[in-house]
Protein backbone atom coordinates (compact mmCIF):
# COMPACT_ATOMS: atom_id res chain seq x y z
CA UNK A 1 0.00 0.00 0.00
CA UNK A 2 1.30 3.43 -0.69
CA UNK A 3 1.56 6.19 2.02
CA UNK A 4 1.87 9.01 0.59
CA UNK A 5 2.67 10.88 -2.86
CA UNK A 6 5.08 13.39 -3.79
CA UNK A 7 4.97 15.14 -6.96
CA UNK A 8 7.30 18.04 -8.26
CA UNK A 9 6.39 20.18 -11.07
CA UNK A 10 4.11 17.27 -12.60
CA UNK A 11 1.04 17.90 -15.07
CA UNK A 12 -1.94 17.60 -14.43
CA UNK A 13 -3.34 17.43 -18.14
CA UNK A 14 -3.13 14.83 -20.43
CA UNK A 15 0.67 14.37 -22.31
CA UNK A 16 -0.95 15.25 -25.13
CA UNK A 17 -2.19 18.75 -24.31
CA UNK A 18 1.55 19.24 -22.51
CA UNK A 19 2.90 18.34 -26.09
CA UNK A 20 0.47 20.72 -27.77
CA UNK A 21 1.22 23.41 -25.28
CA UNK A 22 4.68 23.19 -25.79
CA UNK A 23 4.95 23.23 -29.21
CA UNK A 24 2.20 26.29 -29.55
CA UNK A 25 3.84 28.68 -27.55
CA UNK A 26 6.93 29.47 -30.31
CA UNK A 27 4.47 29.69 -32.72
CA UNK A 28 2.63 32.22 -30.67
CA UNK A 29 4.99 34.71 -30.02
CA UNK A 30 6.78 34.44 -33.59
CA UNK A 31 5.66 37.69 -35.41
CA UNK A 32 6.44 36.32 -39.03
CA UNK A 33 3.87 33.22 -38.56
CA UNK A 34 0.51 35.35 -39.62
CA UNK A 35 -2.64 34.64 -37.60
CA UNK A 36 -4.43 32.91 -40.07
CA UNK A 37 -1.19 30.19 -40.74
CA UNK A 38 -0.78 29.69 -37.13
CA UNK A 39 -3.02 26.78 -36.64
CA UNK A 40 -1.52 24.79 -39.92
CA UNK A 41 1.88 25.52 -38.64
CA UNK A 42 0.95 24.16 -35.00
CA UNK A 43 -0.55 21.03 -37.22
CA UNK A 44 2.65 20.79 -39.11
CA UNK A 45 5.21 21.28 -35.99
CA UNK A 46 3.42 18.61 -33.71
CA UNK A 47 3.06 15.74 -36.17
CA UNK A 48 6.99 16.10 -36.93
CA UNK A 49 7.83 16.78 -32.89
CA UNK A 50 5.54 13.37 -32.30
CA UNK A 51 7.38 11.58 -35.18
CA UNK A 52 9.76 8.64 -33.63
CA UNK A 53 8.77 8.48 -30.39
CA UNK A 54 10.76 6.45 -27.45
CA UNK A 55 8.68 3.98 -25.78
CA UNK A 56 9.16 6.90 -22.89
CA UNK A 57 7.79 9.15 -24.76
CA UNK A 58 4.81 7.48 -26.10
CA UNK A 59 3.82 6.36 -22.46
CA UNK A 60 3.99 9.98 -21.65
CA UNK A 61 1.51 11.37 -23.98
CA UNK A 62 -0.55 8.78 -23.15
CA UNK A 63 -1.24 9.31 -19.30
CA UNK A 64 -4.06 11.62 -18.54
CA UNK A 65 -3.55 12.21 -14.73
CA UNK A 66 -7.40 13.29 -13.89
CA UNK A 67 -7.69 8.97 -14.31
CA UNK A 68 -5.54 8.52 -11.46
CA UNK A 69 -6.19 11.31 -8.81
CA UNK A 70 -9.95 9.38 -7.62
CA UNK A 71 -7.44 6.41 -7.21
CA UNK A 72 -5.08 8.18 -4.86
CA UNK A 73 -6.20 7.63 -1.07
CA UNK A 74 -3.71 9.07 0.91
CA UNK A 75 -2.19 11.70 1.49
CA UNK A 76 -0.49 14.24 -1.26
CA UNK A 77 2.11 16.94 -1.27
CA UNK A 78 2.07 18.49 -4.88
CA UNK A 79 4.78 21.56 -5.28
CA UNK A 80 4.29 23.48 -8.75
CA UNK A 81 5.76 26.79 -9.47
CA UNK A 82 4.72 29.63 -11.71
CA UNK A 83 6.28 30.84 -14.78
CA UNK A 84 8.76 33.82 -14.21
Keep these: MIAAVVTL ?3 GVPGMEV ?3 Q ?3 PILKDPKIP ?4 EQELAKQLAE ?3 DLSAHESSYLAI ?3 LYDS ?3 CPALIIQGAPT
Aim: overall charge positive; glycine content about 4%; proline content about 9%.
Design 23 to 25: VEQ
Design 35 to 38: AASR
Design 19 to 21: ARY
Design 9 to 11: ASP
Design 49 to 51: ALK
Design 71 to 73: HAH
Design 64 to 66: APG
